[in-house]
């Protein structure tokens, strides 16, 4: 059984860092980060798969967002610095089952059958 809960979120000003957690319990495989507003469509983020360390990343977020794994503690966060208000989101770690390989940049949501509670950012 895998779940994943995710923590971290809150508000800051524009310019400000947050970052998030997600604790992962469970076997998989591919992990990535994304976000969604209302009435959007969710959006990727960031992506590993984790027996490799080519981390993928949204132009949006290229540069300013850091990925990280730390398998010794099953946890996975999204270290996230130069906030502006349009990263103000809704924030979701999603992980696809063991043995399914991802491709580097494939972040559709329906590739990801495992998702956390998410966790609100807004930046003002």
């Known amino acids: 059984h895998v779940q994943l809960v995710e923590s971290g979120g809150g508000s800051v000003q524009a310019g400000g860092s947050l970052r998030l957690s997600c604790v992962v319990s469970?076997?998989?495989?591919?992990m990535a980060w994304f976000r969604q507003t209302p009435g959007k469509e969710r959006e990727g983020l960031a992506q590993?798969?984790?027996?490799?360390?080519?981390?993928y990343y949204a132009d949006s977020v290229k540069g300013r967002f850091t990925f990280a794994l730390d398998l010794r503690e099953d946890t996975v966060y999204l270290q996230m610095n130069n906030l502006t208000e349009d990263d103000t989101a809704m924030y979701y770690c999603?992980?696809?089952?063991?043995?399914?390989?991802?491709?580097?940049?494939?972040?559709?949501?329906?590739?990801?059958?495992?998702w956390g509670q998410g966790t609100q950012v807004t930046v003002s």
């Open positions: 590993v798969y984790t027996g490799d360390d080519d981390i």
């Open positions: 469970g076997f998989v495989s591919c």
């Open positions: 999603a992980a696809g089952p063991a043995g399914q390989y991802c491709y580097r940049g494939d972040v559709r949501p329906s590739g990801f059958g495992y």
